[in-house]
């Protein structure tokens, strides 16, 4: 079992349609959790972090469900912008820390 | 600003040979990280350093080596290039929590 699980997609959405993916991980011992965006052949970049109350920013809400081990990213009113892939990342431990990257979830968002 | 770069941005080699990817940071971070991304896999760990003359082994370390000899640069050097190496190759900074990643390497091993 992979330590960070997400669904490859891809999810095809129309313009304005709310969409949601999720991320599962298998360590227990996970300190912090972001969400990255990667466009095409590009690097990735932060999204946002992930923290234990949950927080929003703008059309996006990320969420943490530690009892189930898996975080959530949720896109309202999808733009055409919002077309990337997704990466779930997950910090195990503190101080010498090991971050563990999804292998990510594809959207496309269509006109 | 500040920023991370690398280079080159594409580099076509032969199998054999050795190659050095330049890895510059000015976010004056600690930490240092070596990706390779191929489809299918995601952002894999070759080589991360937590400070100068630090360097740790990642989960796909085979081939692969570094150093850290000032805080901005962590070359990572394929000592016998293999066909296996062709991928795109992240380099990452961080402090503490985000990393920001550098434009990415493209490399072919022929």
């Known amino acids: 079992r992979k330590e960070v699980e997400q669904d490859p997609g891809p999810f095809n959405v129309p313009e304005g349609a709310t969409v949601a993916f999720n991320c599962t991980y298998s360590?227990?011992?996970?300190?912090?959790f972001f969400w990255y965006r990667q466009d095409c052949r590009k690097e990735p970049k932060l999204l946002m972090s992930v923290y234990s109350s949950g927080n929003e920013d703008g059309r996006f809400t990320a969420q943490l469900n530690r009892a189930s081990q898996y975080i959530s990213l949720l896109i309202r009113d999808s733009k055409l912008s919002d077309s990337a892939t997704y990466l779930c990342?997950?910090?195990?431990?503190?101080?010498?820390?090991?971050?563990?990257f999804g292998a990510g979830t594809r959207l496309f968002v269509k006109a | 600003d500040a920023e991370i770069t690398q280079s080159p941005r594409h580099k076509i080699t032969e199998t054999g040979r050795q190659v050095t990817l330049a890895c510059h940071q000015t976010?004056?971070?600690?930490?240092m990280f070596w990706y390779r991304q191929d489809l299918g896999h995601g952002l894999r760990l070759i080589h991360y350093?937590?400070?100068?003359?630090?360097?740790n082994k990642g989960e796909v370390s085979d081939g692969y080596s570094v150093s850290r000899s000032n805080t901005e640069d962590l070359p990572l050097t394929l000592e016998s290039a293999a066909s296996s190496q062709t991928s795109v190759y992240f380099c990452a900074s961080s402090e503490d929590g985000e990393q920001f990643f550098g434009p990415g390497t493209r490399l072919t091993v022929l």
């Open positions: 976010w004056n971070h600690n930490n």
């Open positions: 350093s937590y400070g100068v003359q630090d360097t």
């Open positions: 990342v997950v910090n195990v431990g503190t101080g010498g820390f090991k971050t563990i």
């Open positions: 360590n227990s011992a996970s300190q912090s």
